[in-house]
């Protein structure tokens, strides 16, 4: 099947300006990107939305009350902050505790520690501590 001559005139009317306009249309050029480079520009966003979260947390805001400083000043102060000001900040509140000192896990593995040692020994026959622990008469 042929074109009609008008059909092919008028494609080739819409085709070639679109061509032309494609050819002058700046391109875009990619390149490798560096993984420092990529972490330096995302990393400060990241850090100041986890400040920012850090704030919107309850108990955080009671404490912000107690001192006199509203949710809204400290979110203003944190957007007020450098871009290091921020990484260090995060970088602190990354390195506390998430559950207070930690005293109470070390008690509760002692605890447990003692308890497992003492089921051991009395199921090898060596203590009669549990009363649950059926021994073999000899």
Not at 35 to 56: E, K
Not at 109 to 115: M, N, R
Request: charged letters at 20%.
């Amino acid at each position: 099947m042929r074109f009609p001559r008008t059909l092919a005139r008028v494609v080739s009317l819409v085709v070639a300006p679109a061509l032309l306009v494609c050819s002058t249309v700046q391109t875009t050029r990619a390149a490798m990107v560096a993984t420092q480079q990529v972490l330096q520009t995302s990393a400060p966003a990241g850090a100041r939305a986890r400040l920012h979260a850090f704030l919107d947390r309850e108990d955080v805001q009671r404490v912000l009350e107690r001192w006199g400083v509203s949710t809204a000043e400290a979110k203003s102060r944190v957007d007020a902050l450098s871009d290091s000001e921020v990484a260090s900040v995060a970088g602190r509140l990354d390195s506390l505790p998430s559950g207070g000192d930690g005293t109470i896990g070390i008690i509760v593995g002692a605890i447990l520690l003692v308890f497992l040692v003492l089921l051991l020994t009395d199921l090898l026959g060596l203590t009669d501590v549990f009363p649950f622990i059926k021994k073999r008469h000899r």
